[in-house]
């Protein structure tokens, strides 16, 4: 049976990274609330910790665990921090430090592109990635895992396969998960879409207690959209995967798109954004082909080819509903 005081090192561990709105918050103050020993034994804890992040005791104990003296003392304090936790509480923190060690990022990069730009990235494992217009990415290589955040706009990701470190996609909306194959995340204001060309991706959505998993295969698409309750759970759509990849040759498709997607996607290509105007959004669903490279003729001619009024307002481009 695991001791408060290995229960407190478990929890001060979890949250040495956490996030200020990470759910796990609340379930350690309940945790704490439970018991006077619980929360004495967490105080303990920091206590501990601020201890052995002094400079003094930690030359001390460096001196006897490592031996190689051009270390930076920053280094030692990381390394130590976890084996001395470790070796004080045998068992559940010592797995609980070789796990930090284990997701420690060895390599980390952060792209950006701007609005019409394309980008293509080679990562450090052998993937290549090709950044959408107006995205954003941050990547980080740990021992255990390949992890990408994706802030907004779409990336086609064709992974190099490693069976000992699974590839993430982190949306915020969803995560994606593979070891190697080639697709498309596009990350919209309330909608994460992925889409197959080759191999098999989790897709998840939810908090970690109540998650939801989809496996997608070669050629299908699946969907996570963002609600008031939070995000959906994943399902397949009738779209066809092969129209995510046409932005890397100059190309977008829109089948049965609401107006808020396609004034999002078309804002990527264009310094004016195009934007919808407020009662609008569930505006006609739009199915249409579009170059790059020419968005506004296709803004002119919109109102022709569905029941959409398009007005140009010199700094940006309102998409509006006809009501019948």
Known sequence: MISVKEEAA????????????DPRRSLL????????????????????????DSGSELEALAN????????????????????????????????????????????E??????????????LQDGSQLTLGANSQIQVAFSRAER???????EVIFDVARDEQRPFIID????????????????????LVRVSVERGKVEVASGRFWNRQKLVITAGEVAEVTQTEDGP???????????DAFGFSKGTLVFTKVSLNELAETLSRYRRQPVRVISGSQNGPPITAVVHTRDIDGFLQILPQICPVTVVDQGSQTLLGAVRR
């Open 147 to 153: 992890r990408i955040k994706l802030m907004h706009g």
């Open 29 to 52: 103050e309940a945790w704490l609330l439970e018991s006077p020993a619980h929360a004495h034994a967490y105080a303990a804890m920091e206590k501990l910790w601020v201890r052995f």
């Open 232 to 242: 959906t759970s994943p399902n397949k759509t009738s779209r066809d995967a092969d």
């Open 64 to 107: 006897v665990l490592e031996q190689q003296k051009e270390h930076k003392l920053q280094a030692r304090r990381r390394v130590l921090k976890g084996t001395v936790l470790g070796l004080l509480f045998s068992g559940g923190l010592g797995s609980l430090a070789y796990r930090q060690w284990q997701t420690y990022p060895l390599w």
């Open 109 to 122: 990069l952060a792209r950006q592109t701007a609005i019409g730009q394309l980008y293509d990235q080679p």
């Open 171 to 190: 949306s915020d909306i969803a995560k994606i998960t593979v070891l190697g194959t080639r697709f498309v995340v596009s990350r919209f204001n309330d």
């Open 10 to 21: 478990r929890w001060f561990v979890k949250m040495q990274h956490a996030e200020p709105d």
